[in-house]
Every structure is written in structure tokens, then in C-alpha cells.
């Protein structure tokens, strides 16, 4: 696990407060903002907020200071690669949407056990699925949260997140195998990190920053096992298109019961 800490800096310092406590995370202090006080290149990674230009909003980002995973990373639905693909994705007709079963009309109840920073879970809660995000760690989480608060505040995505999307910071293995039967959801979701994944420069940052913080996730299958014994009509696990499906004792040799796939990814489905 990296070293990571809070870049306090003048205009945000009370909400880099409470961050910091929320996220038991110490602080340090930018040379971009604090004069001749820089310790924040000591850490791994830190967070901080900044404005957001766009739209005139503080945005929360998780920076490296050696420059080694890239730039900083935030979660942005509004604008860039996600609303790109909201504006122009394919709609239904998108491989995403028919892994999940949004045919026709159907609006599914779906939880995302792998929120991660959201991109997929945002899809299909445009599409106009209800989805409960799941994501384990509070990192990741936090710039999430800060990603759909921003996004609340676009006249346009303001249902999207504030009526179908809701996030939980939990371990979805516990948390699926906690639900009560009758808040099953129709569909789990799950993309667990894959340890070979290479795809274009944007990806690749963000999934590097990504993996730097949490890992591989090596107890994919025991998510799996937990999905199978939730969802009400089918787990979907998106892996890179020649990936192995997902195995381990724990599955006793389930196999998915078909796939959709796309160029570089391929969406295994089980049916419970
Ligand atoms: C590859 S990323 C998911 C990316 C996401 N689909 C997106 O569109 O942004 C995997 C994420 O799942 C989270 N994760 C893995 N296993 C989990 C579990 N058992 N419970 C909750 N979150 C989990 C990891 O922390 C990581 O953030």
C-alpha cells in the first residue's frame, strides 16, 4: 500500500480537514499553495482539492508527485472520455447495456460490487437502471463521491446520479452475502481488476493509479460466489476479451452460460 496524505492548501484547508479525519489520512502541505512548505512530495500519492474550472465547483484529485502514474486523477462524468460516451455511447445497443439485459424497456435493479471510479455503474444508470455502487476502498471511494457531487450540480446528469445511483463503501463480499432476500437485485456487476490489462494511455494511467491502490483484486472469485448467491437473474463479470473466465475452488468449475463481446472486452454471464 502507498503512502498517501492530504494536500492541505489556503483555500480548501477546513474541507481538507475533515477529509483527512474522514480518511485517517495525515496532511501535507503544497508548494503550489504554501510558501516555501512543500513535504507532500514524501508521500506516494496525495489527495487535494482544486477548482474546477468548468463549472466553477472544488474538485477532489489524487496526484502523484513523482509524475510516474501520470497527471492527476479525478473523477469527471461531466465532461471527457465518460461524457463522451453518455452523449454519444450507443445507448442500449451498447455491449455494456446487453451484458446487463437492458433490452427493450427493461430497467433492472443492478449493484456495481466493483465501483471503482464509476465509469460503467455511470452507463448503466444512464441507460436508466437503478444501481447501488459498492467499492472497498475509502480512496477510491472519496474521489468517486466527489465525482457525483460535481456531476449533481449539471442540469443534465442531476437524475442520473442523485436518483439512480447510490454509493456504498463496503467490501461487496460481506455486503452481498449480508443483503437481506428481499433487496436482492435483478443483476450484480463486477469488474475486478485484471492483472495483465493494456490498453490505450488514458486506461492505462488510471488503471495504474488504480492498481497502486488497491491491488489486484485476487478474491475475485469469492465476489463471484457471493454475486451468484444474490442476484435474481444474472451476475455479469466483465473481463479483457482472451482473459480466462474467473475460477477457484470456490466456484466448483461454474462456467459462465454465455458472453457479449466487444473489440478488447468480453462480459461473462451466469445465471443464477
Ligand atoms: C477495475 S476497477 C473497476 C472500474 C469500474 N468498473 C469503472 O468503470 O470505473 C475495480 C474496483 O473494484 C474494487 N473492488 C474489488 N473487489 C471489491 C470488493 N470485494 N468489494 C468492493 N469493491 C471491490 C476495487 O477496489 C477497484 O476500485
Known amino acids: 500500500m502507498p503512502s498517501i496524505a492530504v494536500a492541505t492548501n489556503l483555500k480548501y484547508a477546513s474541507d481538507c480537514a475533515l477529509l483527512a479525519k474522514h480518511l485517517n489520512l495525515p496532511i501535507c502541505h503544497d508548494k503550489n499553495n504554501h510558501d516555501n512548505v512543500d513535504d507532500c512530495a514524501t508521500f506516494d500519492l496525495f489527495l487535494g482539492y482544486e477548482d474546477d474550472d468548468a463549472n466553477g465547483l472544488q474538485r477532489l484529485t489524487l496526484t502523484d508527485p513523482s509524475g510516474n502514474l501520470g497527471s492527476s486523477l479525478y473523477v469527471d462524468f461531466i465532461a471527457g472520455k465518460v461524457g463522451h460516451r453518455h452523449r454519444f ?26 465501483a471503482g471510479l464509476g465509469r460503467d455503474a455511470f452507463v448503466i444508470a444512464s441507460l436508466g437502471a437503478q444501481v447501488m455502487l459498492i467499492e ?41 452475502t449480508d443483503l437481506p432476500t428481499e433487496k436482492h437485485p435483478d443483476v450484480v456487476y463486477m469488474d475486478p481488476m485484471y492483472p495483465h490489462r493494456n490498453k490505450s494511455a488514458l486506461v492505462k494511467k488510471e488503471m495504474r493509479v488504480l492498481r497502486e491502490l488497491v491491488g489486484d483484486d485476487e478474491d475475485a472469485s469469492q465476489l463471484l460466489h457471493a454475486a451468484l448467491g444474490c442476484a435474481k437473474r444474472r451476475v455479469t463479470v466483465k473481463r479483457p476479451r482472451t482473459a480466462p473466465i474467473l475460477s477457484g475452488s470456490i466456484l466448483s468449475n461454474r462456467k459462465p452460460n454465455g458472453a457479449v463481446e466487444s473489440k478488447n472486452t468480453r462480459y461473462d454471464i451466469y445465471v443464477p
Request: aromatic letters at 2%; zero cysteines; a positive charge.
Open 136 to 176: 472497498r476502498s475509502p480512496i477510491i471511494a472519496a474521489l468517486l463521491e466527489d465525482g457525483l457531487g460535481r456531476a449533481s450540480h449539471d442540469t443534465e446528469l442531476k437524475t442520473i446520479v442523485t436518483e439512480r445511483m447510490n454509493l456504498v463503501t463496503a467490501n461487496a463480499i460481506k455486503w452481498l
Open 89 to 114: 455511447g450507443g445507448g442500449r445497443g451498447q455491449p455494456l447495456a446487453k451484458a446487463i439485459g437492458l433490452k427493450g424497456g427493461a430497467n433492472p435493479t443492478v449493484i456495481d460490487a466493483t
